[in-house]
Nanobody, 122 residues
Framework: QVQLVESGGGLVQPGGSLRLSCAASGSIFRINTMGWYRQAPGKQRELVATMDTVGSTNYADSVKGRFTISRDNAKNTVYLQMNSLKPEDTAVYYC????????????????WGQGTLVTVSS
């Protein structure tokens, strides 16, 4: 069974920084895309940033220049460095793995983490 476990959320003041981590565990053969989504209260879940296996990235316009996604393929781990945080960045951040292939299984799966809360407030 595959699990994604996030860490690194918390309370930070505007202008501050946080680093989120997400590790995928299980008998994983390959993960095509790993990334982060967020959901603020009363809003729909939205893409924050994704990265594929060769390092191609996709960012939401609202975080470009402030957030940086990185990935360690050997550890099946994805990171999100968040700088210059704003109150509007407050949300539950979810890790996502898409195109995940388990050893011995031909299917490609999409798996979500449980979410980690980021609160930006003074």
């Amino acid at each position: 069974q595959v699990q994604l476990v996030e860490s690194g959320g918390g309370l930070v003041q505007p202008g501050g920084s946080l680093r989120l981590s997400c590790a995928a565990s299980g008998s994983i053969f390959r993960i095509n895309t790993m990334g982060w989504y967020r959901q603020a209260p009363g809003k729909q879940r939205e893409l924050v940033a994704t990265m594929d296996t060769v390092g191609s990235t996709n960012y939401a316009d609202s975080v470009k220049g402030r957030f940086t996604i990185s990935r360690d393929n050997a550890k099946n781990t994805v990171y999100l460095q968040m700088n210059s945080l704003k109150p509007e960045d407050t949300a539950v951040y979810y890790c996502n793995s898409d195109g995940l292939k388990v050893v011995g299984d031909d299917r490609y799966l999409e798996v979500w983490g449980q979410g980690t809360l980021v609160t930006v407030s003074s």
